[in-house]
Nanobody, 124 residues
Framework: VQLQASGGGLVQAGGSLRLSCAASGRTFSNYVVAWFRRAPGKEREFVAAISRNGGSIYYADSVKGRFTISRDNAKDTVYLQMNSLKPEDTAVYYC??????????????????WGQGTLVTVSS
């Protein structure tokens, strides 16, 4: 499956952005999908994940209550709605898809396919 992340940009602190991850090539509903991010000088970290049918969702503590992950399997797209953005949310955001997963995982190695990343910059 090929993944295309989009929706990044520059936003002021407290603002909102919605990221999209569009899939092509395979039956998207067969994949668990997650968002990860890598801030400058830091390791890649888990942000959120959603199960194949959207029934199970997990968030990193740092984004819980501010970010919402969702999916539309009819459109082969996963979204990440980001509200109340903070400067520390500045990072390149990547979507990833895992076929082997049943329960969404938080480790990068659990995911088989990765998008190219979209840059989110939050100014203070």
């Amino acid at each position: 499956v090929q993944l295309q992340a989009s929706g990044g940009g520059l936003v002021q602190a407290g603002g909102s952005l919605r990221l999209s991850c569009a899939a092509s090539g395979r039956t998207f509903s067969n994949y668990v999908v997650a968002w990860f991010r890598r801030a400058p000088g830091k390791e890649r970290e888990f942000v959120a994940a959603i199960s194949r049918n959207g029934g199970s969702i997990y968030y990193a503590d740092s984004v819980k209550g501010r970010f919402t992950i969702s999916r539309d399997n009819a459109k082969d797209t996963v979204y990440l709605q980001m509200n109340s953005l903070k400067p520390e949310d500045t990072a390149v955001y990547y979507c990833a898809a895992g076929r082997r997963l049943i329960i969404p995982g938080q480790a990068p190695w659990e995911y088989d396919y990765w998008g190219q990343g979209t840059l989110v910059t939050v100014s203070s």
